[in-house]
């Protein structure tokens, strides 16, 4: 760590912050951002539903949800490319945790309370990659659509 500050004091232009590690995890929380993105917009009901998903997925309080979020941000910014992304999810996780991860990325898509055209692409190219059904990915779909139904009939 001293090392990095001083790399950093030395010459702060040129500093560049390590790659972050390219593991199950911090590539779900990259996808997640991508299809926060993927209508050309980063709204906060998408960084706070991806921070709350965070938290559950992992059991960790909020400052280290924020902390992962922004792991994965700068992830998705140095390896954008989505078939990357997924081929390494896809051979780092079984099929259960895979759908839980298809649902991460529906929830995210959800986060404002409606369904992007730009979004849903995104997400059925991504099922697509990841070898998901379109009958299994049309189940996760619904059963996101189902849950966040039944969270606004409880809050209202």
Same mark, same amino acid.
């Given at each position: 760590?001293? +090392? !990095?500050?001083?790399?950093?004091?030395?010459?702060?232009?040129? @500093?560049?912050? #390590?790659? #972050?590690?390219? =593991?199950?995890?911090? /590539?779900?929380?990259?996808?997640? /951002?991508?299809?926060?993105?993927?209508?050309?917009? @980063?709204f906060f009901e998408e960084t706070e539903t991806i921070h709350r998903v965070l938290s559950e997925r992992h059991n960790i309080g909020p400052i280290d949800a924020a902390k992962m979020c922004a792991t994965c941000e700068r992830l998705e910014e140095?390896? #954008? *490319?989505?078939?990357?992304?997924?081929?390494? &999810?896809?051979?780092?996780?079984?099929?259960?945790? &895979? +759908? *839980?991860? &298809?649902?991460?990325?529906?929830?995210?898509?959800?986060?404002?309370?409606?369904?992007? *055209?730009?979004?849903?692409?995104? &997400? $059925? !190219? /991504?099922?697509?990659?990841?070898?998901?059904?379109?009958?299994?990915?049309?189940? %996760? $779909? =619904? +059963? /996101?659509?189902?849950?966040?139904? *039944? %969270?606004? !009939?409880?809050?209202?």
């Amino acid at each position: 760590m001293f +090392e !990095k500050l001083i790399a950093f004091f030395s010459n702060p232009s040129t @500093y560049e912050k #390590p790659m #972050p590690k390219a =593991d199950r995890d911090n /590539v779900i929380g990259a996808l997640m /951002v991508q299809t926060a993105k993927a209508d050309r917009a @980063y709204f906060f009901e998408e960084t706070e539903t991806i921070h709350r998903v965070l938290s559950e997925r992992h059991n960790i309080g909020p400052i280290d949800a924020a902390k992962m979020c922004a792991t994965c941000e700068r992830l998705e910014e140095v390896m #954008p *490319d989505t078939v990357e992304l997924a081929a390494i &999810l896809r051979e780092a996780v079984g099929t259960d945790e &895979l +759908e *839980d991860a &298809l649902r991460a990325l529906w929830r995210i898509a959800f986060a404002y309370g409606i369904e992007r *055209d730009e979004q849903d692409a995104f &997400l $059925h !190219k /991504v099922e697509a990659m990841l070898g998901v059904t379109p009958e299994r990915a049309k189940a %996760l $779909h =619904d +059963e /996101v659509i189902s849950t966040k139904l *039944d %969270l606004v !009939k409880i809050h209202s």
